[in-house]
């Protein structure tokens, strides 16, 4: 029977989501992404059980058989796609080794192939998205963290032990001392991830006390990035400096991820994104500043189209055919 489908699972550090998809991209059927709340299950055992329970509920009601699921992609959290596990992910409940690809293949029957969820961004966007027909581009995700995924010659780049391209914790060159949730200090994602570009407002506005902003209504540790985004939006100058300043952090860290990979493009994806060119002008041009000559002009950036609620499903199902 030919195999006409893929399942996509997203397990992420709130919620877990996912879906039926098949070779062009469709979403046919998806889960409740309420359903299954990650952080409730203390063992990756409890989990996986609810997990199969629902992935199967999903194909027999979508009226699909099994037979015709190709495989299954999952992207998570500090997956490795070399051994099936998931290793001491700061933003899932289960801090170990866990061999989650063995766990829901011995339970569904179908072959499961895994890893990081910036990687499956990669891949998706490779079969589905803005990076269809290149072989050389690098993807950041602009998320509560930084995450990124490497291609080079239409490979993912997974380096010896499956953890390559771990970029938004490479230092920033700030020095500032922000602790990242990885043990170091300064790491480009404590400046422009979601969490960063709050953290940057915070400063901010204790940096300049008699700059009025609406961002001062909401308490310090209260102040999300969304804020930020809602006080650029009515033109406040505190706000749109500190998108210039994360787009200028992010430019010069991209200028020097060029140097090693020489790729295409640069591809965003993410809710940081969603601030146009009040970001991404600001990138374009600090990382146009810091190329090397022989780079210059010739890498685009690109920014996602893919649905941002279904697009990590979406990634995660782009592997489910490599299962």
């Known amino acids: 029977m030919e195999k006409k489908y893929v399942i996509g699972v997203d397990i992420g550090g709130t919620g877990t989501s996912f879906a039926i998809v098949d070779r062009e991209g469709n979403l046919i059927c998806k889960g409740n992404k309420d359903v299954i709340k990650t952080q409730a299950y203390p063992t990756p055992e409890e989990f996986t059980e609810v997990l199969c329970r629902e992935l199967k509920n999903l194909i027999f009601g979508c009226s699909s058989k099994i037979e015709e699921i190709r495989g299954i992609g999952v992207g998570a959290p500090n997956a490795n796609y070399y051994t099936g596990t998931i290793e001491y992910s700061a933003n899932l409940p289960w801090r170990s080794v866990v061999e989650i690809r063995k766990m829901i293949s011995d339970k569904i029957g179908i072959p499961v192939a895994i890893t990081n969820d910036a990687n499956a961004a990669a891949i998706g966007e490779m079969t589905y998205g803005v990076a269809k027909g290149l072989k050389h581009f690098i ?99 505190l706000a749109v400096q500190i998108y210039e300043e994360t787009g200028k952090i992010l430019g010069e860290s991209f200028a020097d991820f060029v140097t090693f990979s020489s790729p295409e493009a640069i591809v965003l994806f993410g809710g940081l994104t969603k601030a146009k060119g009040l970001l991404l002008n600001p990138i374009k041009e600090h990382m146009e500043k810091n190329l090397l000559h022989i780079f210059k002009n010739k890498v685009k950036i690109l920014v996602s189209h893919l649905d941002e609620t279904d697009a990590a499903v979406l990634g995660a199902s782009a592997l489910g055919w490599e299962a």
């Open 139 to 237: 993807m950041i995700t602009l998320g509560t963290g930084v995450g990124s995924g490497i291609v080079i010659d239409g490979k993912m780049v997974y380096g010896h032990d499956g953890f390559a391209g771990e970029l938004g914790h490479t230092r920033s060159g700030r020095h500032e001392g922000r602790a990242c949730g990885c043990g170091k200090v300064d790491c480009l994602e404590t400046y422009t991830s979601a969490k960063g570009v709050a953290r940057s407002a915070v400063k901010m506005l204790e940096i300049y006390p008699d700059v009025p902003s609406i961002m001062r209504n909401i308490p310090p540790d209260q102040l999300e990035s969304k804020h930020v985004s809602e006080a650029a939006e009515k033109g406040e100058k």
